[in-house]
């Protein structure tokens, strides 16, 4: 979790071994070139040593030395004599060249020279012995074992793995967290102010003068950091001795511990008392129950990178600490439960300055306790664990919850509060319904992917609700049954394994449909982005799959798509299609559809019928561009047409997070998605002008919920109804993302078609073990003859052979 100043990728150079062995007590722990010169605050130059073991190391007969970055033929090593120890846990000043500039003097150094350091780039090494050095390569150097410690900054050619970044002159390289030596300057070393401290603890301007004081807390504390907004009052400027008691560690990934005040917090609810100090590269040398001072630069990071609409995580970076006690007492965690249903304040822009209202938003309530050790009480599994360790749980377990666990996403404005990562190490795998029994204690923190985060400490016992995957109802013989079902990027690469899960949803889950509109079927190779377009294999390995278990040798139809014009994944050409069961349904072939012919709607005998069959709905409209172009097929089914469209709008790729900085989220994305339906619309209207009683059935990923404009677009005027609104509001879900249970899937059909069953199939999303993230649906429908009074003698006649089948 890179905090202000982390090092820039290192440079391309070829792999310099280490100079000596990572030193374990002696070494350089800051150097700066820019004393004295214009803009310059120190009047000098300077070399800072440190002592990071537990015994005084003695410098007499050692020297500090220092080369330029770029060294020629006649260059010479400069030298300064030193003398003298290091206590243990302190540091020794080396002063070097005065300029004339600067209008602050370093603190009275411990040893002086007058070399004059560059302020950008160059090589100071501590040396056993005085004579000068005479290497003036890095591996010459490596060489020399009188080096005991070497720091390249800039673009030195002498240096210790990749140098530090350039300095300047008012910024000096100085070593990471508890004085860490791995060889590697650009690893070690942070660029930033120049600090220079002596063996008396002195910094500029005076500084501590006790020769061996006992660290004391400093003027800040926690709640001074967090502020009651979610920036720190305090960001970029550095801090000393904050004092905390070590909560929790971190030893992998975002490496970095959390401490939290015990001793001096405040009253006010807004301000947190615990913070996550930073270690970057480094893991954590303090333990669970150290009493601290941490001292460093007050950051914010934004998972996701600067540009994102993510929230940030206050953190103290560059940390250095002290560790006063040991085995002290960890403060009770905070137990949150039931916290306010309000979201986010909406201020229509930034919500980051807002002073924070826990009391009436969710949001603001995890912020203020970012970094807090909290605990949630048997915590019900929202959104399915991942193979990142994380899974969603609800606080507040009575909002918007369904029938199977969940809580369902029903409005814009019901983003449900109480949702809550937990990420875990390792975490077991857990459905939705799934809880954790008992206490789960961890630290609040914002992360990408999901927003506030419990980093778990101790995880609750995993307890298994024992979900089911969903079998739908048997249709009647004088039902039509078509799914819709995105299979997620399915091409011939996948394992068989997939193939077979997916083979099963259709024959045993969705009982094998007469029509399945599929979404996300990729070309013949995928990936792999060589021109390949054709999909045959993939349909072919489907549909043998889908025998395999039992089910219909379907027959299928689609259109290739224009090279890497539909979107998706890189290469895949990801495109929608249909199969159908030739024993139950005929399909309509109309030649001359392809990838920019636009089908029309004729009259045959007085009519709607189709130009071409399969055939794209204008796929030139700019509506469609890097987006999968909708198909419609003419089907037959005992007599009656059905035209049928595939449908997979643009994504949501590019859309605010709704736990985001800005207020309401800004998603942009559906300004696509509604000239998508708008030219969606218009098709189905022209089938209604030439006959107001054919059937229509819409059906694949719109990307869209049920209350969205680009399905209301759809289903405003009435003459189209979306099946998932037949449900009960918290059941109207076929994709769980982040906790929420939602729809993006649609069955979407005319107003005529009035005899239907229709079902969400729940096999997939709410499983940590995935065919696809999506679960399919499916409608059971009585096609209309076109003639209401036609209708009630067939459908009465189709009841009765349907009673004497059974």
Known sequence: MPGIGTAVAALVFAAVPAVAAPSTDALISEVYGGGGNSGATLKQD?????????????????????????????????????????????????????GTGGTVDLPAPDATGTIAMSATGGTIALVNGSAPLTCKTAADCTADSRI????GYGAAVVREGTGTNALSNTASAFRNIELADTDDNSVDFKVGDPNPTNSKGETPGGGNPDPDPDPVPGDKRIHDIQGVTRISPLLGQKVTNVPGVVTGTRATGDR????????????????????????????????????????????????????????????????????????????????????????????????????????????????????????????????????????????????????????????????????????????????????????????IEYTNFGGYTLAALQLGTHTSANLQREITA?????????????????????????FDRLAEGVTTNLRSPDVVVLEEIQDNNGATNDGVVAADQTLQKFSDAIVAKGGPRYQWRQIDPENLKDGGEPGGNIRVGFFFNPQR???????????????????????????????????????????????????????????????????????????????????????????QAAALKAFTEQIRAIDKGANVILAG?????????????????????????????????????????????????????TRFGYDVVHINAEFADQASDHDPQIVRARPSTGDANVDKIVFALEDILDCLKK
């Open 46 to 98: 300077f070399v800072e040593l440190a002592n990071k073991s537990a015994s005084a190391i003695s410098l007499d007969g050692y020297s500090v030395q220092y080369i330029s970055a770029s060294p020629g033929a006649t260059t010479q090593w400069g030298v300064t004599p030193l003398a003298g120890s290091i206590a243990p846990g302190k540091t020794f000043l080396v002063a070097e060249a005065k």
């Open 148 to 151: 005991k410690d070497l720091v």
């Open 256 to 443: 970095g511990f959390w401490i939290q005040d015990t001793v001096g917090p405040d009253s006010d609810p807004r301000t947190s008392e615990g913070v996550f100090v930073y270690t970057a590269g480094s893991a954590p040398t303090v333990a669970v129950g150290d009493n601290v001072l941490v001292s460093g630069t007050i950051a914010e990071y934004r998972p996701g990178g600067e540009t994102g609409s993510n929230q940030t995580l206050t953190e103290i970076t560059q940390a250095t600490t002290i560790t006063v006690s040991k085995g002290n007492p960890v403060p009770a965690p905070v137990i949150v439960k039931n916290i306010p249903n309000g979201y986010l304040p909406a201020p229509g822009g930034s919500i980051e300055q807002l002073p924070l209202e826990p009391e009436k938003y969710g949001l603001d309530h995890f912020e203020s306790l970012e970094g807090t050790l909290v605990q949630v009480n048997d915590a019900r599994v929202v959104g399915p664990s991942n193979a990142f360790g994380e899974a969603w749980v609800t606080v507040n377990p009575d909002q918007n919850k369904n029938q199977r666990g969940g809580t369902a996403y029903t409005a814009y404005d019901q983003a449900n509060s109480g949702r809550l990562k937990i990420k875990a190490t390792p975490l077991p795998a857990s459905n939705v319904g799934d809880v954790f029994a008992g206490a789960t204690v961890g630290a």
């Open 474 to 498: 048997q249709q009647k013989e004088s039902e039509l049954s078509v799914a819709t079902y995105n299979v997620e990027n399915l091409d011939p690469s996948d394992p068989q394994t997939k």
């Open 585 to 675: 349904v005929s399909f309509v072939d109309r030649p001359g559809g392809d990838f920019k012919t636009p089908v029309q709607v004729v009259k045959k005998n007085g009519r709607a019928a189709l130009s071409v069959s399969p055939g794209r709905i204008d796929p030139l409209n700019d509506a469609w561009a890097n987006s999968r172009k909708p198909l419609a097929g003419e089907f037959k089914f005992r007599g009656r047409t059905v035209f049928v469209v595939a449908n997979h709008f643009n994504s949501k790729g590019g859309d605010e997070a709704i736990h985001g900085r800005n207020q309401p989220p800004n998603r942009s994305s559906e300004v696509q998605r509604a000239k």
């Open 701 to 753: 990923d719109l990307n869209d919920y049920q209350f969205s404009p680009a399905v209301k677009a759809l289903t405003g005027d009435g003459n189209l109804k979306a099946l998932i609104e037949t449900l009960p509001a918290n059941e109207r879900y076929s994709y769980v993302f982040e906790g929420n249970s939602q729809t993006l899937d649609h069955i979407v059909m005319s107003k005529n078609i």
